[in-house]
Nanobody, 121 residues
Framework: QVQLVESGGGLVQPGGSLRLSCVAS????????MGWYRQAPGEQRELVAK???????NYADSVKDRFTISRGNAKNTVYLQMNSLEPEDTAVYYC???????????????WGQGTQVTVSS
């Protein structure tokens, strides 16, 4: 079984910073991409940032120049450094991993349980 465990959410004032972490564990053959999505109340889940095993990175336009995604040396960990936070960033943030469970080229999406980020004065 695969697990993604997130940490680092919380309450922060506008202009503040938070760092989210996500660790993947379990019977994993390879992790082909990891990323962060978020979902605000009444909204659809949206991509925040994604990084592939080859190092390619994508950001949502709304977070470019404020958020930075990175992977740990062990490659089963992904971080999201969030600076200059705005009230509009308030949402539940979900870690996502695109995983191969065996050498067969079948990929599966796995999700963490979500961590609340609230930006408010």
């Amino acid at each position: 079984q695969v697990q993604l465990v997130e940490s680092g959410g919380g309450l922060v004032q506008p202009g503040g910073s938070l760092r989210l972490s996500c660790v993947a564990s379990g019977s994993i053959f390879s992790i082909n991409a990891m990323g962060w999505y978020r979902q605000a109340p009444g909204e659809q889940r949206e991509l925040v940032a994604k990084i592939t095993s080859g190092g390619s990175i994508n950001y949502a336009d709304s977070v470019k120049d404020r958020f930075t995604i990175s992977r740990g040396n062990a490659k089963n960990t992904v971080y999201l450094q969030m600076n200059s936070l705005e009230p509009e960033d308030t949402a539940v943030y979900y870690c996502n991993a695109v995983i191969q469970l065996s050498p067969r080229p079948a990929e599966y999406n796995w999700w963490g349980q979500g961590t609340q980020v609230t930006v408010s004065s």
